[in-house]
């Protein structure tokens, strides 16, 4: 199960345009006290409406043409982007992952039939330490 926060690492979304979505019925979801969960079935189904998919590839892309003309957030950031099979059941593995690091990334991931296509910009460092988890994944 995800929660708000993995879904907005995810996407690179704001809590309130995920909440957007819940409220207009968009993104499907469990309310547990005053946390939401999302089963990967919920997420694949958001991401699948046409709606939302190009927004979200249109985020990422956005955030890599800024990034190739200078317009990055901090000095020496790497762009990685890595076309991997078999990575659907270990997104989540991934994710927690990507969630341990302390200095600002971006991390986005998409699945194009068999495969996940990851975008991945970070300081050299967590670049390395993140190609070193994809390959042991």
């Known amino acids: 199960m995800y929660n708000l926060k993995d879904l907005m690492q995810m996407f690179d979304m704001p809590e309130r345009t995920i909440r ?17 969960r999302f ?5 694949v ?8 998919s190009g927004t979200i590839e249109k985020n990422a892309v956005q955030k890599v043409i800024a ?14 982007i890595v076309h991997k099979k078999g990575l659907k ?3 989540r593995k991934l994710l927690d992952f ?30 390395l330490q993140f190609i ?3 390959d042991n994944l």
Do not use: P
């Open 132 to 134: 070193r988890e994809l």
């Open 67 to 80: 990034h190739m003309h200078g317009f990055c957030e901090a000095e020496n950031q790497i762009v990685s």
């Open 39 to 43: 089963s990967e079935d919920d997420i």
């Open 20 to 36: 957007r979505h819940i409220k207009n019925g968009l993104l499907k979801g469990i309310k547990i006290g005053r946390s939401w």
């Open 98 to 127: 990507v969630n341990t690091f302390e200095k600002k990334i971006f991390f986005h991931a998409n699945q194009r039939k068999d495969r996940s296509v990851i975008t991945f910009i970070a300081c050299q460092e967590d670049t």
């Open 89 to 91: 059941k270990k997104m």
């Open 45 to 52: 189904n958001f991401i699948g409406k046409s709606r939302v």
